[in-house]
Protein backbone atom coordinates (compact mmCIF):
# COMPACT_ATOMS: atom_id res chain seq x y z
CA UNK A 1 0.00 0.00 0.00
CA UNK A 2 1.12 3.39 -1.28
CA UNK A 3 1.79 7.01 1.83
CA UNK A 4 -0.67 8.38 0.03
CA UNK A 5 -3.42 5.59 -0.31
CA UNK A 6 -2.86 4.80 3.47
CA UNK A 7 -2.78 8.95 3.66
CA UNK A 8 -6.18 9.13 1.84
CA UNK A 9 -7.52 6.43 4.14
CA UNK A 10 -6.52 7.63 7.34
CA UNK A 11 -8.32 10.73 5.93
CA UNK A 12 -11.27 8.99 5.08
CA UNK A 13 -11.44 7.34 8.81
CA UNK A 14 -11.31 10.91 10.27
CA UNK A 15 -14.09 12.38 8.31
CA UNK A 16 -16.08 9.43 8.86
CA UNK A 17 -15.44 9.55 12.66
CA UNK A 18 -16.35 13.67 12.80
CA UNK A 19 -19.72 12.74 10.69
CA UNK A 20 -20.39 10.25 13.46
CA UNK A 21 -19.53 13.00 16.28
CA UNK A 22 -21.70 15.63 14.27
CA UNK A 23 -25.05 12.60 14.69
CA UNK A 24 -24.43 12.08 18.47
CA UNK A 25 -27.10 13.71 21.18
CA UNK A 26 -25.06 14.15 24.22
CA UNK A 27 -26.43 14.58 27.56
CA UNK A 28 -24.01 16.13 30.21
CA UNK A 29 -22.94 14.39 32.78
CA UNK A 30 -23.61 16.32 36.43
CA UNK A 31 -20.98 13.81 37.80
CA UNK A 32 -18.29 16.09 35.95
CA UNK A 33 -14.89 15.27 33.27
CA UNK A 34 -11.85 14.37 33.54
CA UNK A 35 -9.64 15.55 30.31
CA UNK A 36 -6.17 15.53 29.94
CA UNK A 37 -3.36 15.76 27.44
CA UNK A 38 -1.41 12.13 26.59
CA UNK A 39 2.18 14.21 26.06
CA UNK A 40 4.26 11.65 27.35
CA UNK A 41 6.06 10.10 24.35
CA UNK A 42 4.72 8.16 21.43
CA UNK A 43 1.90 5.26 21.20
CA UNK A 44 2.65 2.96 23.62
CA UNK A 45 3.28 5.28 26.33
CA UNK A 46 0.38 6.65 25.65
CA UNK A 47 -1.72 3.69 25.55
CA UNK A 48 -0.04 2.85 29.21
CA UNK A 49 -1.07 6.25 30.27
CA UNK A 50 -4.61 5.62 28.67
CA UNK A 51 -5.24 2.47 30.80
CA UNK A 52 -4.55 4.75 33.97
CA UNK A 53 -6.60 7.76 33.35
CA UNK A 54 -9.55 5.24 32.26
CA UNK A 55 -9.22 3.69 35.52
CA UNK A 56 -8.35 7.09 38.09
CA UNK A 57 -11.93 8.46 36.20
CA UNK A 58 -13.89 5.31 36.38
CA UNK A 59 -12.97 5.42 40.56
CA UNK A 60 -13.40 8.96 40.36
CA UNK A 61 -17.02 8.58 38.80
CA UNK A 62 -16.36 11.27 36.17
CA UNK A 63 -16.82 10.83 32.40
CA UNK A 64 -13.42 10.69 30.60
CA UNK A 65 -13.16 13.02 28.12
CA UNK A 66 -11.01 10.38 25.27
CA UNK A 67 -7.83 12.79 23.83
CA UNK A 68 -6.39 12.68 20.67
CA UNK A 69 -3.58 10.20 20.10
CA UNK A 70 -0.67 13.06 19.24
CA UNK A 71 1.86 11.29 16.73
CA UNK A 72 4.98 13.25 15.67
CA UNK A 73 5.58 13.07 11.85
CA UNK A 74 9.36 12.79 10.65
CA UNK A 75 10.89 16.05 10.10
CA UNK A 76 7.50 18.38 10.97
CA UNK A 77 8.19 20.89 13.48
CA UNK A 78 4.93 20.23 15.36
CA UNK A 79 3.05 17.47 16.78
CA UNK A 80 -0.29 15.82 15.16
CA UNK A 81 -3.48 15.38 16.86
CA UNK A 82 -5.45 11.92 15.63
CA UNK A 83 -9.08 11.39 17.21
CA UNK A 84 -9.11 8.42 19.54
CA UNK A 85 -12.03 6.45 17.96
CA UNK A 86 -9.53 6.61 14.60
CA UNK A 87 -7.92 4.13 16.00
CA UNK A 88 -10.23 2.41 18.56
CA UNK A 89 -13.82 1.79 19.13
CA UNK A 90 -15.40 4.24 22.19
CA UNK A 91 -18.67 1.92 22.58
CA UNK A 92 -16.89 -1.18 24.41
CA UNK A 93 -15.33 1.51 26.87
CA UNK A 94 -18.66 1.98 28.00
CA UNK A 95 -18.73 -1.37 29.70
CA UNK A 96 -16.20 0.19 31.77
CA UNK A 97 -16.49 3.76 32.36
CA UNK A 98 -18.43 7.23 30.93
CA UNK A 99 -16.51 8.35 28.25
CA UNK A 100 -16.88 11.00 25.73
CA UNK A 101 -14.65 11.56 22.50
CA UNK A 102 -12.52 15.13 22.71
CA UNK A 103 -14.32 15.93 19.49
CA UNK A 104 -17.97 15.31 20.20
CA UNK A 105 -17.21 17.20 23.95
CA UNK A 106 -15.52 20.44 22.63
CA UNK A 107 -18.49 20.69 20.04
CA UNK A 108 -21.81 19.72 21.90
CA UNK A 109 -21.16 19.87 25.61
CA UNK A 110 -18.39 22.92 26.42
CA UNK A 111 -19.77 25.85 24.98
CA UNK A 112 -22.66 25.54 28.21
CA UNK A 113 -20.80 23.44 30.58
CA UNK A 114 -17.75 24.96 30.16
CA UNK A 115 -17.11 28.16 28.51
CA UNK A 116 -13.53 29.92 27.52
CA UNK A 117 -14.06 32.45 31.05
CA UNK A 118 -14.36 29.13 33.38
CA UNK A 119 -11.53 26.84 32.02
CA UNK A 120 -9.19 25.81 34.59
CA UNK A 121 -6.10 24.08 34.18
CA UNK A 122 -4.82 21.46 36.35
CA UNK A 123 -1.24 20.64 37.06
CA UNK A 124 0.61 18.79 39.63
CA UNK A 125 3.04 22.02 41.28
CA UNK A 126 2.80 25.43 39.58
CA UNK A 127 5.68 26.39 37.95
CA UNK A 128 5.57 29.89 37.75
CA UNK A 129 3.75 31.85 40.54
CA UNK A 130 0.05 30.52 40.38
CA UNK A 131 0.50 29.59 36.50
CA UNK A 132 0.82 26.04 35.12
CA UNK A 133 1.92 27.08 31.68
CA UNK A 134 0.29 24.12 30.44
CA UNK A 135 0.61 25.14 26.94
CA UNK A 136 3.97 25.27 26.73
CA UNK A 137 5.99 23.82 23.89
CA UNK A 138 5.33 21.08 21.93
CA UNK A 139 2.72 18.92 22.28
CA UNK A 140 1.48 20.95 25.00
CA UNK A 141 0.83 23.75 23.17
CA UNK A 142 -0.69 22.07 19.97
CA UNK A 143 -2.69 19.75 21.75
CA UNK A 144 -4.76 22.33 23.69
CA UNK A 145 -4.63 24.70 20.44
CA UNK A 146 -6.22 22.28 18.23
CA UNK A 147 -9.53 22.44 20.29
CA UNK A 148 -8.86 26.58 21.28
CA UNK A 149 -8.58 26.09 24.38
CA UNK A 150 -7.18 28.79 26.94
CA UNK A 151 -6.88 28.39 30.56
CA UNK A 152 -8.22 31.24 32.63
CA UNK A 153 -6.48 30.62 35.81
CA UNK A 154 -5.25 26.81 37.36
CA UNK A 155 -5.13 24.85 40.63
CA UNK A 156 -2.51 22.48 41.29
CA UNK A 157 -3.04 19.05 43.10
CA UNK A 158 0.08 18.01 44.48
CA UNK A 159 -0.73 16.05 47.68
CA UNK A 160 -3.25 13.88 45.96
CA UNK A 161 -2.20 10.72 44.61
CA UNK A 162 -4.11 8.96 41.25
CA UNK A 163 -4.98 6.09 43.35
CA UNK A 164 -8.78 7.05 43.26
CA UNK A 165 -9.95 3.24 43.78
CA UNK A 166 -8.79 3.85 47.81
CA UNK A 167 -11.49 5.24 49.06
CA UNK A 168 -9.91 8.39 51.16
CA UNK A 169 -7.85 9.38 48.40
CA UNK A 170 -11.05 9.45 46.09
CA UNK A 171 -13.06 11.60 48.38
CA UNK A 172 -10.09 13.71 49.36
CA UNK A 173 -10.52 14.87 45.16
CA UNK A 174 -14.27 15.24 45.46
CA UNK A 175 -13.55 17.54 48.70
CA UNK A 176 -10.80 19.45 46.95
CA UNK A 177 -12.23 19.88 43.56
CA UNK A 178 -16.39 19.21 43.71
CA UNK A 179 -18.20 19.21 40.38
CA UNK A 180 -20.14 22.26 41.88
CA UNK A 181 -17.46 24.34 40.91
CA UNK A 182 -14.73 22.03 39.17
CA UNK A 183 -16.93 20.43 35.94
CA UNK A 184 -13.76 19.53 33.99
CA UNK A 185 -10.80 18.27 35.52
CA UNK A 186 -8.44 19.18 32.24
CA UNK A 187 -4.72 17.52 33.81
CA UNK A 188 -1.30 19.00 32.22
CA UNK A 189 -0.26 15.43 32.19
CA UNK A 190 -2.00 11.69 32.60
CA UNK A 191 -3.52 11.14 36.17
CA UNK A 192 -1.52 7.59 35.36
CA UNK A 193 1.71 6.11 36.16
CA UNK A 194 3.93 4.34 33.61
CA UNK A 195 4.62 1.77 33.09
CA UNK A 196 0.72 0.78 33.53
CA UNK A 197 -0.01 -0.01 37.53
CA UNK A 198 -0.53 -3.64 37.93
CA UNK A 199 -4.03 -3.66 38.84
CA UNK A 200 -4.59 -1.49 35.53
CA UNK A 201 -3.43 -3.87 33.29
CA UNK A 202 -6.48 -6.02 32.83
CA UNK A 203 -8.79 -2.65 31.12
CA UNK A 204 -7.05 -3.08 27.80
CA UNK A 205 -10.15 -5.92 27.67
CA UNK A 206 -11.81 -2.69 26.32
CA UNK A 207 -9.57 -1.66 24.13
CA UNK A 208 -10.69 -2.65 20.80
CA UNK A 209 -9.56 -1.96 17.15
CA UNK A 210 -11.44 -0.03 15.37
CA UNK A 211 -12.48 -1.09 11.41
CA UNK A 212 -10.07 0.93 9.89
CA UNK A 213 -7.40 -0.62 11.48
CA UNK A 214 -8.60 -3.91 11.73
CA UNK A 215 -9.70 -4.12 8.02
CA UNK A 216 -6.41 -3.24 7.25
CA UNK A 217 -4.72 -6.09 9.21
CA UNK A 218 -7.34 -8.31 7.99
CA UNK A 219 -6.19 -7.70 4.48
CA UNK A 220 -2.84 -8.32 4.75
CA UNK A 221 -3.09 -11.49 6.80
CA UNK A 222 -5.76 -13.11 4.10
CA UNK A 223 -3.19 -11.48 0.94
CA UNK A 224 0.44 -11.87 1.94
CA UNK A 225 0.62 -14.61 4.50
CA UNK A 226 0.37 -18.17 3.44
CA UNK A 227 -2.32 -20.20 5.11
CA UNK A 228 -1.40 -21.88 8.56
CA UNK A 229 0.69 -20.64 11.48
CA UNK A 230 2.52 -17.64 11.53
CA UNK A 231 4.92 -16.10 13.97
CA UNK A 232 4.95 -12.34 14.99
CA UNK A 233 7.91 -10.60 16.09
CA UNK A 234 8.49 -7.13 16.92
CA UNK A 235 12.30 -5.52 17.08
CA UNK A 236 13.68 -2.66 18.75
CA UNK A 237 16.87 -1.75 17.32
CA UNK A 238 16.99 1.55 16.26
CA UNK A 239 20.25 4.00 17.30
CA UNK A 240 17.84 5.47 20.09
CA UNK A 241 17.00 2.04 21.58
CA UNK A 242 20.44 1.77 21.85
CA UNK A 243 21.59 4.24 23.63
CA UNK A 244 18.34 3.59 25.96
CA UNK A 245 19.64 0.11 26.60
CA UNK A 246 23.24 1.36 27.65
CA UNK A 247 21.09 2.45 30.92
CA UNK A 248 20.40 -1.29 32.00
CA UNK A 249 20.48 -1.88 35.58
CA UNK A 250 19.30 -5.25 36.84
CA UNK A 251 18.43 -3.46 40.05
CA UNK A 252 16.36 -1.51 38.20
CA UNK A 253 12.74 -1.70 35.96
CA UNK A 254 13.42 0.32 32.71
CA UNK A 255 10.49 1.09 30.82
CA UNK A 256 7.93 -1.88 30.53
CA UNK A 257 10.16 -4.24 31.99
CA UNK A 258 7.82 -4.97 34.21
CA UNK A 259 5.22 -7.06 31.71
CA UNK A 260 8.14 -9.98 31.92
CA UNK A 261 10.54 -9.54 34.94
CA UNK A 262 7.38 -9.06 37.42
CA UNK A 263 6.61 -5.64 38.84
CA UNK A 264 8.86 -6.72 42.01
CA UNK A 265 11.51 -9.08 39.74
CA UNK A 266 9.53 -12.01 40.58
CA UNK A 267 10.66 -13.57 37.37
CA UNK A 268 13.84 -12.40 37.31
CA UNK A 269 16.41 -9.32 36.45
CA UNK A 270 17.15 -6.90 33.79
CA UNK A 271 19.38 -8.03 31.26
CA UNK A 272 21.24 -6.05 28.05
CA UNK A 273 20.55 -9.42 25.97
CA UNK A 274 16.57 -8.47 27.51
CA UNK A 275 17.06 -5.20 25.92
CA UNK A 276 19.02 -4.92 23.34
CA UNK A 277 19.39 -8.76 22.34
CA UNK A 278 22.35 -9.32 19.66
CA UNK A 279 21.32 -10.45 16.09
CA UNK A 280 22.46 -14.11 16.37
CA UNK A 281 20.04 -14.37 19.44
CA UNK A 282 17.34 -13.20 17.36
CA UNK A 283 17.94 -15.86 14.33
CA UNK A 284 18.00 -18.39 16.76
CA UNK A 285 15.11 -17.80 18.81
CA UNK A 286 13.49 -17.22 16.00
CA UNK A 287 14.08 -20.60 14.21
CA UNK A 288 13.14 -22.17 17.53
CA UNK A 289 9.85 -20.72 17.69
CA UNK A 290 9.01 -21.25 13.81
CA UNK A 291 10.13 -25.27 14.82
CA UNK A 292 7.84 -25.05 17.67
CA UNK A 293 4.72 -23.76 15.89
CA UNK A 294 5.32 -25.13 12.47
CA UNK A 295 5.19 -21.37 11.38
CA UNK A 296 4.69 -20.98 7.76
CA UNK A 297 5.82 -17.53 7.78
CA UNK A 298 6.91 -14.83 9.99
CA UNK A 299 5.47 -11.18 9.97
CA UNK A 300 8.25 -8.48 11.24
CA UNK A 301 7.34 -5.20 13.03
CA UNK A 302 10.25 -3.00 13.64
CA UNK A 303 11.38 0.38 14.03
CA UNK A 304 15.25 -0.13 12.36
CA UNK A 305 16.37 -2.54 9.68
CA UNK A 306 13.93 -5.35 10.26
CA UNK A 307 16.75 -7.99 8.68
CA UNK A 308 14.27 -10.13 6.04
CA UNK A 309 17.44 -11.37 4.32
CA UNK A 310 19.23 -12.22 7.88
CA UNK A 311 16.38 -13.55 8.91
CA UNK A 312 15.10 -15.87 5.85
CA UNK A 313 18.54 -17.01 5.54
CA UNK A 314 18.64 -18.54 9.01
CA UNK A 315 14.96 -20.52 8.02
CA UNK A 316 13.68 -23.22 5.68
CA UNK A 317 12.80 -21.64 2.45
CA UNK A 318 9.38 -22.67 2.33
CA UNK A 319 9.13 -19.92 5.37
CA UNK A 320 8.32 -16.54 4.06
CA UNK A 321 9.04 -13.97 6.23
CA UNK A 322 7.51 -10.83 5.53
CA UNK A 323 7.40 -6.89 6.63
CA UNK A 324 4.10 -4.53 5.80
CA UNK A 325 5.35 -1.62 3.71
CA UNK A 326 4.83 0.97 4.36
CA UNK A 327 4.72 0.24 8.26
CA UNK A 328 1.61 1.58 9.99
CA UNK A 329 2.25 0.63 14.05
CA UNK A 330 -1.14 0.63 14.63
CA UNK A 331 -1.77 -2.15 11.63
CA UNK A 332 1.53 -3.75 12.84
CA UNK A 333 0.00 -3.73 16.11
CA UNK A 334 -3.51 -5.51 15.34
CA UNK A 335 -1.48 -8.05 12.99
CA UNK A 336 1.35 -8.96 15.85
CA UNK A 337 -2.00 -9.51 18.12
CA UNK A 338 -3.36 -12.13 15.65
CA UNK A 339 0.04 -14.41 15.28
CA UNK A 340 0.05 -17.69 16.47
CA UNK A 341 3.15 -16.84 18.64
CA UNK A 342 4.64 -13.30 19.41
CA UNK A 343 7.81 -12.89 20.10
CA UNK A 344 8.48 -9.16 21.94
CA UNK A 345 10.93 -6.75 23.25
CA UNK A 346 10.33 -6.83 27.26
CA UNK A 347 11.72 -3.41 27.90
CA UNK A 348 9.41 -1.85 24.80
CA UNK A 349 5.62 -0.53 25.65
CA UNK A 350 5.07 -0.78 22.11
CA UNK A 351 6.30 -4.59 22.63
CA UNK A 352 4.03 -4.09 25.72
CA UNK A 353 0.94 -3.27 23.89
CA UNK A 354 0.65 -6.17 21.96
CA UNK A 355 1.07 -8.58 24.61
CA UNK A 356 -1.60 -7.77 26.75
CA UNK A 357 -3.99 -7.58 23.62
CA UNK A 358 -2.87 -11.06 23.13
CA UNK A 359 -3.32 -12.04 27.14
CA UNK A 360 -6.55 -10.80 26.41
CA UNK A 361 -7.58 -13.09 23.88
CA UNK A 362 -5.45 -16.07 25.51
CA UNK A 363 -3.10 -16.00 22.71
CA UNK A 364 1.15 -17.21 23.94
CA UNK A 365 3.35 -14.33 23.83
CA UNK A 366 7.37 -14.49 24.96
CA UNK A 367 10.44 -12.11 25.51
CA UNK A 368 13.98 -11.71 23.15
CA UNK A 369 16.14 -12.95 25.78
CA UNK A 370 13.91 -14.10 28.43
CA UNK A 371 13.48 -17.46 29.73
CA UNK A 372 10.03 -18.07 30.48
CA UNK A 373 9.48 -18.37 34.56
CA UNK A 374 10.01 -22.21 35.41
CA UNK A 375 6.33 -23.12 37.81
CA UNK A 376 7.77 -24.55 40.55
CA UNK A 377 5.76 -27.71 41.98
CA UNK A 378 3.97 -27.74 45.44
CA UNK A 379 5.51 -29.05 47.61
CA UNK A 380 4.19 -32.94 49.13
CA UNK A 381 3.55 -32.34 52.74
CA UNK A 382 4.85 -35.07 55.13
CA UNK A 383 2.96 -37.24 57.03
Not at 346 to 374: L, N
Request: aromatic share 12%; proline share 8%; hydrophobic share 40%.
Amino acid sequence: MSILHHSKMLIAAIAACILCHIAQAVDIDSKGYVAYCPCMGRFGNQADHFLGALAFTHHLDRTLILPPWIEYPYRQPTSNQIPFDTYFQVEPLREYARVITMETFMKDIAPELWPPEKRIGFCYRYREGSDCKMKEGNPFGPFWDNFNIDFESYAEYGLLTYSTHVPVVKEKWKQTFPVSKYPVIALAGAPAAFPVDRANVHLHQYLKWSDFINDQAEKFIAEELPKGPFLGIHMRHGSDWSSACKHVDEERHLFASPQCLGYNFEYGRLTPEICFPPEKLVKITIKKMVKAIKAKSVFVATDADPLLEDIRRALPKSVKVVQRTPTEPHVDLAILAKADHYIGNCVSSFSAFAKRERDVAGKPSSFWGFDEPKKTKPKKEEL
